[in-house]
């Protein structure tokens, strides 16, 4: 039996290059454009309500934000009395034992803003296991319980690629950093696949409601291979709400390569998306790596990570080029920029593969330019300018800010530029992205006329980052991110049109109903 047409009438229709009055839905796919409605249509009368493709997310933990949702929530903690009291009230419901996950805590919403450590939190919770990470997943803290069951003590050595934070004395404070992190989360009991695909399933009605109707998961070894799982599980099932891209760890590329698999391997809901791997930290917890020393901490230039140091990675990159695998490698500082694109240029053939660069935070002019020539995807999360803004300049100082987050500069000189989430190290929501690659505005306020305004982009620039450059930088620009006849029917009708309100009202926009494969996914 054939699904009623459903016709989308009396609005706006953004098809991504220009604008129709109404769109018509067949199936799963686009019928027409400002064509007369079927005989058997549902119609929505939209009221002049703007249409959009559905958004397409270049960059997310999906697994990991999905069972934060139930999580202990730390994001809004403005002190650190309620960072502590939080935990505690989580450690009293759970039973003796319980590990405590979560976090999103953010110690520059703190005065004064300094990182938490075990004493903070050991006293409220002696018979739990704490772990909890930092808003940008590149530090967290563990609890005294935590330590001992991991095996750190203040003779346990750094690991290549981390750092354990340690006081006067030489004692672990409980603060891990990067690599050190996987101490720790090697002892807490990952979930099973029947309890990740629960998760993934609240995730996924999150997606719905903000108009997510595809995302790039970046997978988190070690549990990367069994997300994929749970994917499967979901796919099969027909429960998927939105395309998934799994990008698996860079360095278990030679398994895929062994079974034969090649980026866009899958169905038309679930495919390989390709390897994703780290060069360097973050920002937030001065572990980004630069060419030279961070303001605020003249000994220290960040971490780049032990791939990178070794030579492992340029091999693994090449030996997956060479297999059809698409690689998408993280780097934050200028110096972890730079060496990510040396080695995306050594590759031949490099257009063909759209390699990606996952953040491209903190560039320069030369920099910027090398991203076009060498067509090198930058994967960025215009949200992460909006929260680094606020402290940056005192990071890293005001010369290398003014390149932080170069989109005006990026797209100028011709780059691939894609907008995403990095969830749950930032929000889902895409509109609260497009509010910020337009106004550079920061959430303290403190920048009314943008933080780098020469930066900030246009409100159809954003959203083509949100769309159609972002199916191109997963090999699915004939399928998705445009509304035009034959595309697949994804798309958001919003509550404003973004073209013609105040910049600032952006952030206020709701999505009103989620259109996936051509069915109502979420509706107000």
């Known amino acids: ?101 979560g976090g999103g805590w953010d110690e520059q919403r703190w005065s004064p803003p300094l990182p938490p450590t075990r004493a903070s939190i050991d006293a409220v919770t002696a018979e739990n296991p704490v772990f909890v990470t930092r808003l940008d997943l590149h530090m967290g803290l563990a609890n005294g319980v935590a330590l001992r069951l991991a095996g750190i003590t203040r003779e346990t050595p750094d690991p290549p690629g981390g750092t354990i934070v340690r006081d006067g004395d030489g004692e672990p404070t409980g603060l891990l950093k990067d690599a050190a992190m996987r101490l720790v989360a090697a002892a807490v009991p990952p979930p099973d696949v029947v309890a990740r695909a629960a998760a993934m399933r609240r995730g996924l009605r999150e997606a719905a409601r903000l108009g997510v109707t595809s995302f790039c998961d970046m997978a988190i070894a070690p549990d990367a291979f069994d997300d994929l799982r749970a994917w499967q599980r979901l796919d099969r099932d027909g429960e998927l709400t939105a395309r998934v891209w799994s990008y698996l760890p860079v360095g278990s590329w030679e ?109 320069d002019r030369e920099l910027t330019l090398r991203f076009s020539a060498a067509g090198v995807v930058a994967a960025m999360q215009p949200y992460h300018c909006a929260d680094d803004g606020r402290w940056a300049d005192a990071r890293i100082g005001s010369a290398r800010a003014a390149w932080a987050f170069p989109f005006r500069s990026l797209i100028d000189a011709g780059a691939v530029v894609t907008f995403g989430s990095d969830w749950p ?31 900030r982009i246009s409100v159809a620039e954003a959203l083509r980052c949100y769309t159609a450059s972002s199916a191109w930088a997963v090999f699915a620009e004939r399928e998705i991110g445009r509304i035009a006849p034959g595309m697949r029917a994804d798309l958001a009708i919003l509550s404003d049109d973004l073209f013609t309100i105040d910049p600032d009202r952006i952030a206020s926009a709701r999505v009103d109903m989620t259109i996936f494969d051509g069915r109502v996914v979420h509706e107000i």
């Not at 019928?31 to 002049?48: F, I, Y």
């Open 425 to 455: 190290v930032a929000p889902l929501d895409p509109i609260a992205g497009v509010h910020a690659a337009v106004t550079r505005r920061t959430i303290d306020g403190r920048n009314p006329n943008g933080w780098i305004p020469e930066q």
């Open 255 to 363: 398994r895929l390569r062994d079974v034969g698999l090649e980026s866009g391997f899958g169905s038309s809901r679930l495919r390989i998306g390709g390897l994703k791997g780290f060069a360097d930290g973050s920002l937030g917890s001065s572990t980004a790596a630069f060419r030279e020393p961070y303001a605020d901490q003249p000994c220290n230039c960040g971490l780049r990570m032990e791939p990178m140091v070794d030579g492992s990675m340029a091999k693994w990159i090449e030996g997956a080029d060479a297999h059809g695998l698409q690689v998408a490698l993280h780097a934050i500082g200028d110096a972890a920029n730079a060496e990510a694109l040396a080695i995306f240029e050594s590759i031949a053939m490099i257009r063909g593969r759209r390699h990606r660069i996952e953040h491209a935070q903190h560039l």
């Open 1 to 101: 039996m054939l699904k009623e047409a459903l016709v989308l009438a009396n609005g706006k229709v953004w098809t991504g290059a220009a604008f129709a009055r109404s769109v018509t839905i067949a199936g799963d796919r686009i019928a027409s454009l400002d064509g007369p409605p079927p005989a058997n249509a549902r119609v929505v009368d939209l009221g002049g309500r703007l249409v959009v493709p559905g958004f397409i997310d270049n960059h997310l933990h999906f697994v990991m934000g999905s069972l934060q949702l139930d999580a202990v929530q730390l994001r809004d903690a403005t002190t650190l009395d309620a960072f502590t009291s939080r935990i505690a009230e989580r450690a009293r419901s759970a039973g003796p034992g319980q590990w405590i996950t």
